[in-house]
């Protein structure tokens, strides 16, 4: 390998949360980005690109799009909805908060969690203790819920960083996603209300000054996430 590949092992637990963290600890670059085992980068030089917009503009995250592609032709015919999924209308530009970036995207009805659509200052994600929360399932929510609250320097390009792969196992996901989504709503509402006060680690274990909201954050976020 290539000396500034580190190739690091852990046991497959049902969750990226475990092998995402052990990346954030070893690696020693200013910059991280994630990519999921079935997915590929768009091209080559993306990540370069990326790269020089975090750098030029010091930036705590760069939020980039996507585009998909099918196993097969069935799959993109009974899922049309993915066709231009993760693929933004607009490009939103710069902001200098991370909770505004959010406000707008969500407002467009843009808003995707998945980790891999952002390159994160390493420094920002150490400063601020964010990892992902290991034990469950969509894991990525609460990771990019976290660093748009505590985000001061954002940017989202209208740029295809990545190429999502569109499988049977993914849609059967997303649906039940959907299922959940009416319980996961309240408790992250409750979470953003009280952002300054809560605090999550890695290792499953919520803090907070309003001890009464916890059984609501553990049953709506963490709870309905396994």
């Known amino acids: 390998l290539d000396e500034q590949i580190k190739l690091l092992h852990t046991q497959n637990g049902g969750s990226a949360a475990v092998a995402r963290n052990m990346g954030i600890e070893a690696a020693n670059g200013r910059y ?36 998909s592609f099918f196993e097969n032709e069935e799959i993109k015919e009974k899922n049309p909805y993915y066709v231009t999924a993760y693929q933004r209308d607009k490009e939103y530009g710069y902001y200098d908060s991370g909770i ?7 407002a467009d009805n843009m808003y995707y969690q998945s980790a891999c659509l952002s390159m994160f200052k390493r420094s920002f994600l150490n400063d601020n203790d964010i990892h992902f929360l290991e034990g469950v399932f969509f894991e990525d929510n609460i990771f990019t819920l976290q660093c748009f609250l505590k985000a001061r320097k954002v940017m989202h390009l209208k740029f295809v960083v990545m190429s999502r792969r569109v499988h049977e196992n993914s849609i059967m996901q997303s649906r039940y996603i959907i299922e959940k989504f009416s319980f996961l709503y309240n408790g992250i509402t409750l979470f953003v209300r009280d952002s300054n006060n809560i605090k999550f680690n890695h290792k499953n274990t919520i803090t907070t000054k309003n001890p009464n909201n916890y059984n609501i954050y553990n049953n709506t976020i963490i709870s309905s996430s396994m």
């Open 32 to 67: 991280i980005a994630f990519l999921d085992a079935d997915d590929l980068l768009a091209s080559e030089n993306v990540l370069s690109y990326a790269y020089q917009y975090c750098v030029k503009k010091q930036l705590d995250f760069v939020h980039f799009d996507a585009k």
């Open 100 to 106: 505004n970036l959010l406000t707008d995207i969500v």
